[in-house]
Every structure is written in C-alpha cells, then in structure tokens.
C-alpha cells in the first residue's frame, strides 16, 4: 500500500528506475494516508490473495504443477546480505530448477528499499494508522 502511494509522489515505480526521481526528494517524504481508503485497499488485497491462493491451490492439486509461496517482505529485506533473504531467494531458484548459488548473479544488493526510514517517519499519521 504505502509503495502504490509513494509511486504516486514520485510519479510511478522504483526511484531507481525513473529518471524523474529525485532521491533527495524521496527521502523527505512524509505521506499523510487516507485511513478509509487505506483499509478498503487492504480488504481488497486480501481477498485478492486468498482467491489467488485458493485458484494455485486448485491447479496444483488438479494438474499436479509444484506451486511455490513466497512472502515478499523476505526478500524485500533492506540487507541483501541477510541470512532469511537469501535462503528465500535459494529456495525460489531451486524450485525453479536452477543452481540455489546462483544467488550470487541475482544482485541483491541492488533490490533495497528506495526510502530508508521506518513508517514512523514517513507516516504523518502514523497513530491513526496503527490504531485502524
């Protein structure tokens, strides 16, 4: 959620990837959230998910093809060098079949956050956030 908002801000996508990005700009972003709007998207993506998930459940089960689950916040982890992040990031290359070190060639270290900061400080209404 709060990526599709900062997308918004910096004018879509990751600041690496828009030449329109300022990351001086991006690091002083404070973003004030619409609270209702906030939890219809979250209620909506949920649901989404568990659809998706029930549907891959169906296909594996019917058709036999290996479905794998991956949770993105493991290899979204700000260090690259992270132990959890790249045994994630193993385990979808061997399920894919390919060599787990290969690891190596994925260059991590280029998939960080593109702001640093905890939602405290990029939240202007991080209590009525967190209370929702």
């Known amino acids: 959620f709060i990526s599709q908002i900062k997308s918004r801000h910096i004018g879509g ?17 404070r973003l ?6 906030m939890l219809r998207f979250l209620k909506d993506a949920t649901k989404n998910a568990q659809s998706v998930r029930s549907m891959l459940k169906l296909i594996s089960s019917q ?3 290996p479905v794998l689950y991956v949770d ?4 979204s982890h700000d260090s690259s060098k992270n132990a959890t992040t790249l045994s994630e990031w193993r385990r979808i290359l061997s399920h894919l079949r390919m060599n787990p ?3 190596n060639f994925l260059k991590l270290d ?5 702001i640093q900061k905890s939602y ?13």
């Open 13 to 29: 996508g990751h600041c690496e990837l828009s030449a329109k990005c300022d990351q001086s700009t991006l690091n002083k972003l």
């Open 32 to 37: 004030n959230l619409d609270i209702t709007y």
């Open 63 to 65: 058709y036999q093809i």
């Open 72 to 75: 993105y916040e493991l290899l």
């Open 101 to 103: 070190e290969d690891v």
């Open 110 to 114: 280029r998939l960080q956050k593109d």
């Open 120 to 132: 405290q400080e990029i939240i202007e209404n991080f209590d009525q956030v967190q209370h929702a």
